[in-house]
């Protein structure tokens, strides 16, 4: 038996302190040695409790809308135009502040090209034409109609985490490292089920999806995946979809690049080739070292990072802390992430928090005992395909970087960074973005 207070007694299953993921399964806290830095120190003089002011009161009066407390106000998605600036508009989540794996609706991240249009659901309609036996035109009442599918799936754009081509590390949060990407409930209509009624002309290949606001974002998306798993989406964590995530109507294509998923989609025509259009032969077609460049890059990489303890916090004492954090795949479910304390050299599984869904966020955490010295945290992940998030070695080969850091961590200068994400802890605690 480990003795309570006797955290030495316990193995580590990695350098620098990391302990077995078992240990919280078994509710361990105790065990990991949290019994002498967490329960001891501030659960020691226990007296009878006052009576607060909130407690004596009447409280406030119940709305039609329910509110977060004013004590979280803090919690909140950062903007790349906090002036209001009319541009292209990116508004991150604050992965660093949440927990669980659901994005609530008004901290889902945006990408505008040209701000949010207000549209009237009663007059907005979905055009679908082209190589169709039957062209037809949807009202929103129509497409309610439909039978409907709910699934849970992370979008992200493909230029999240694009400081982390800079070949000097970017000292800023992961909410601005990393804010690009949310993960949701989302329910609407199957595409396939829309396509099967309009008939699709047995040569064509690809569609062409096009938003109704002003920037007039147009796609081509093979088919294939069109009649895959392609949603209409109606409804974001079981409410209408907010003016920002494409109200009315937005197309969902589970774990591909974020620009293809349009919002605000009034027409899909069925073609035999890919359009080229601005959005996907210049916007987002990542360059390579060779000069050469994507043609297209469709599925969002199988990719983790921690978000606790992560850069801008502080580990105020040594001892037990759970280090958690989130894993995802464009490609499949996740089956296994690892995590080091020791920059690499030394790996431990994480528990995965199930059950895990295809294309969704998954959960991971760890129990680590900090024992006050310097260390470097980082994650891995691995999806059921077999694919593995690549080191940043093997990532800089294949990819490159930017030779100047990125100092506007907003800047686009590549895309699709799926490689690992290092915090380096110093001795007293404090917390930097590093390259192991
Ligand atoms: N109509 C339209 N659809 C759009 C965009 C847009 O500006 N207009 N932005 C795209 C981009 S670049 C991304 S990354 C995703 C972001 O989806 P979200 O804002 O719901 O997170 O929407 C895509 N769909
Ligand atoms: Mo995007």
């Known amino acids: 038996m480990t003795k309570k207070n006797d955290i030495t007694a316990l193995d580590e299953v990695a350098g620098n302190g990391l302990l077995s993921r078992r240990l919280l399964l078994r509710g361990g806290v105790a065990m990991a040695g949290a019994a002498s830095t967490l329960v001891a120190t501030h659960g020691a003089s226990a007296e009878p409790l006052k009576e607060p002011e909130w407690s004596r009161y009447q409280g406030t009066t119940v709305e039609a809308m329910g509110r977060r407390t004013k004590h979280e106000k803090d919690t909140a998605r950062i903007l790349t135009n906090p002036k209001g600036e009319p541009r292209t508009q990116h508004a991150r989540t604050p992965h660093h502040l949440l927990n669980g794996q659901i994005t609530p609706n008004h901290l889902h991240f945006t990408i505008l090209h040209n701000g949010i249009p207000d549209i009237d659901p009663e007059q907005h309609k979905l055009v679908i034409h082209g190589m169709v036996k039957q062209p037809i ?44 990407v949310s993960n949701a409930e989302w329910t609407g209509v199957p595409l396939s089920a829309v396509l099967d009624e309009v008939g699709i002309d047995p040569k064509a290949k690809w569609m062409l999806v096009e938003g109704a606001d002003t920037a007039a974002i147009t796609r081509s998306v093979p088919l294939k995946k069109a009649l895959d798993d392609a949603i209409l989406v109606l409804f974001q964590n079981g409410e209408r979809l907010m003016a920002e995530q494409g109200y009315p109507v937005r ?14 989609v009034r027409r899909i025509k069925i073609v035999d080739q890919p359009a080229l259009t601005y959005y996907e032969a210049r916007n987002y077609s990542p360059l390579l070292p060779d000069a050469k460049a994507y043609r297209f890059f469709f599925v969002n990489e199988v990719k983790s990072f921690i978000t606790h303890p992560s850069f801008g916090m502080k580990l105020n004492e040594p001892g037990y802390y759970e280090i958690s954090g989130i894993a995802y795949s464009g490609a499949g479910r996740i089956e296994r992430v690892q995590v080091t304390a020791d920059g690499g050299r030394t790996w431990a599984d994480a528990a995965v928090q199930g059950p895990t869904m295809h294309k969704a966020f998954t959960r991971f955490t760890i129990p680590w005992r900090w024992n006050g010295q310097p260390a470097v ?48 802890i110093n001795a007293k605690g404090e917390i930097s973005h590093v390259y192991a």
């Open 251 to 264: 197309l969902l294509l589970p774990g591909w690049e974020g620009n293809m998923n349009i919002k605000y």
């Open 377 to 424: 945290l980082s994650s891995r992940a691995v999806d059921d395909g077999g694919n593995i998030q690549p080191t940043r070695d093997e990532f800089v080969r294949e990819r490159g970087v930017t030779q100047k850091p990125v100092t506007n961590p907003f800047g686009f200068p590549n895309q699709h960074y799926n490689s690992l994400t290092s915090w380096g």
């Open 137 to 180: 035109v949807l009202s929103m009442d129509r497409l309610m109609r439909y039978p409907m599918v709910t699934r849970q799936t992370f979008i992200e754009c493909g230029g999240n985490s694009a400081a982390l081509f800079s070949n000097e590390p970017v000292q800023a949060n992961l909410q601005s490292l990393h804010g690009l």
